[in-house]
Every structure is written in C-alpha cells, then in structure tokens.
C-alpha cells in the first residue's frame, strides 16, 4: 500500500488510457492535485486537468526550483504517503516532475484529447 499518483490520457479516438506520469508517495505533489483540480476532495477518483491548472503547476514547480522555496509545495501527512521532509528525495521529485510536466505541457494536445489525475493509497 501506499500513494500511487497517475496522469494519465485519453485519446479522444481510443477507447483506452495511457498512463503519462507515475509518482508514488509525492503527497506534497498530490495535496496540490486536491486542491487545484479536485476542488478539495480526495476521493480516488480521477479529474480531469486542464492547460491552464498544468500551466500553473508547471510555473510553480520551476519557481519552488529556483528558489527552493518549499513552501509552494508542502509536504502533506497521511496514511502511506510517504516522506514528509524537505530532503534530497523532495527536491529530486520536484525537479522530475518539472521536466517531465513540462514536456506533456508543450506536446499534449488538449484540444483532442483528456487529461486525468487520480490517486489511489
């Protein structure tokens, strides 16, 4: 058990998903799904994530970089979602998931196609 986080896409022509992105206890990440596209409710159910919410995440994520300001992402507790601290492995996930949003940002057609955030623990 613990916090697995998926984006994921739906091509507007298949009937089927495709897992994007796959975190797994980034609950500082997950805490800003809840409350930036899920309108607060964390229910294991998958939302759909708009250009704009990935434009704003993506921005911030490259702020909390280049200032390494935790403080934009904050750690969240729960049940088996992982490290709380502001370490090495904190840091390295922001960056990751940085990167990698980045690059959905700039190819994702989100014109023709859905994207989904869910989690499960």
């Known amino acids: 058990m613990g ?3 998926y984006l994921q896409s739906k091509k507007q022509k298949k009937n089927s998903w495709d897992n994007l992105v796959y975190w797994r206890g ?3 990440l997950h805490s800003w799904f809840v409350q930036n596209v899920q309108n607060g409710m964390d229910d294991c159910k998958g939302y759909k994530v708009s250009k704009d919410a990935l434009t704003t995440l993506v921005e911030l994520l490259k702020q909390a970089l280049a200032t390494k300001d935790c403080g934009k992402f904050p750690t969240r507790c ?3 979602f992982g490290s709380t ?5 904190y ?4 960056e990751c998931s940085f990167l990698t949003l980045e690059n959905i940002l700039n190819t994702f ?3 023709n ?3 989904i955030y869910t989690a499960s623990w």
């Open 85 to 89: 601290d502001y370490d090495e492995e």
């Open 78 to 80: 729960g049940f088996f």
């Open 3 to 5: 916090l697995d986080m």
């Open 113 to 115: 196609d859905k994207l």
């Open 91 to 94: 840091w390295a996930k922001i």
């Open 26 to 28: 980034f609950n500082a």
């Open 109 to 111: 057609d989100f014109k």
